[in-house]
């Protein structure tokens, strides 16, 4: 039971390049996020899956587009990287309808650099 | 819009030490609270959630509690060692949308 995985681990690119950062989980969740984390702005939230086939922005989602591919796939795909994308990238899963009992579970992240 | 805030941002302490991480939030219209640690370079690891209908929730030495009235939590470890030093944030779910607002996090190191 890997949990929630992430690839790439880390990544640099060119502004202008385009890149999708992969999630996958395996523990049947019903919803997945995506964060993004910098120095002294905590984690903040660019887009969610409440369920397979649905998808919706979160505190920042310029610049990015997501795919929900299947119940245990969840991509972020960057279009034209600038470097204030440079920063942390977390996915994170969830099951439960009932928010009380909503734990969010993370994955290991994903360090973009864009240059 | 919800705001969760931090204090302090970091924290040492000598081992064997009881300590207390403060977390405030502005809304408290809450679903739950959660807190994570984050070791450097690496992930989240959910260590307590606590529901809006609790007052607290214990985790072998930590035990976390939930005043939504003052719109505080705090996390309490007791006893704390050398491998406790990490960075602890904590994060409400609130709001229509189905996201978590994160603090900061309080940057712990336990002396040996």
């Known amino acids: 039971n890997a949990g929630v995985t992430q690839t790439p681990k880390f990544q640099v690119l060119k502004t202008g390049q385009s890149m999708t950062l992969q999630c996958a989980q395996d523990m049947n969740h019903n919803s997945m996020y995506w964060y993004r984390q910098d120095p002294g702005m905590g984690l903040r939230l660019i887009y969610y899956?409440?369920?397979?086939?649905?998808?919706d922005k979160g505190e920042v989602p310029n610049g990015y587009n997501v795919s929900r591919l299947n119940k245990r796939e969840f991509s972020l795909r960057l279009e034209s990287a600038a470097p204030s994308q440079t920063s942390v990238y977390f996915c994170?899963?969830?099951?439960?309808?009932?928010?009380?009992?909503?734990?969010?579970?993370f994955g290991p992240g994903t360090r973009l650099t864009v240059l | 819009k919800q705001e969760v805030t931090q204090i302090p941002a970091a924290l040492s302490v000598p081992e064997g030490e009881n300590l207390v991480l403060n977390c405030s939030f502005t809304d408290s219209a809450i679903y739950n609270l959660q807190w994570f640690r984050q070791d450097p370079g690496k992930g989240l690891t959910s260590l307590l959630l606590?529901?809006?209908?609790?007052r607290e929730q214990t985790s072998g030495r930590l035990n976390a509690s939930l005043d939504k009235s003052s719109g505080r939590s705090t996390l309490y470890i007791a006893a704390s060692q050398p491998g406790d030093s990490a960075t602890y944030l904590c994060a409400a779910d609130s709001g229509s949308a189905r996201q978590l607002t994160f603090g900061s996090g309080t940057q712990l190191t336990v002396l040996p």
């Open positions: 899956s409440a369920s397979e086939g649905t998808t």
């Open positions: 994170a899963s969830s099951d439960h309808r009932d928010r009380a009992y909503n734990e969010q579970f």
């Open positions: 606590i529901q809006s209908s609790q």
